[in-house]
């Protein structure tokens, strides 16, 4: 199912044991996969949360971090800023265009 070694003696050992017990209490009924590279994972995208402007302008918070530089929190401000409405105007736009099928900024 995945593609790591779990008994290779480079890998952290501390890093080992918690995939092992991940591995040991995932249930395929209940748990759902959010890996691109996995044969299961579920058609999902950051884009799917987004009901109104607040919640793109989250996940901006989320993506573009802080620093403590004054002038690069100037710039990461202003894609902060950007980001939502972007966003939020290309979702309109594909939505209107799309299928019913709810994943319209996956392509």
Known sequence: ??????YDSA???PWIERVKKAIRY????KDVILS??????VK????AECKNA???????EAFIPHTHNE????????????????????MTHRKARSS?????LSH
């Not at 999902?44 to 884009?47: A, F, R």
């Open 54 to 60: 607040l919640d793109f302008a989250e996940i901006a």
């Open 71 to 90: 002038h690069d929190n100037y710039w990461r401000q202003a894609s902060r800023t950007f980001f939502p409405v972007f966003y939020k105007n290309s």
């Open 11 to 13: 890998a952290p050992k």
């Open 100 to 104: 019913s099928n709810g994943y319209f």
């Open 44 to 47: 999902w995208h950051p884009w």
């Open 1 to 6: 199912m995945w593609n790591i070694n779990l």
């Open 26 to 29: 995932y249930s395929k009924d």
């Open 36 to 41: 691109p590279f996995h044969k299961d994972t």
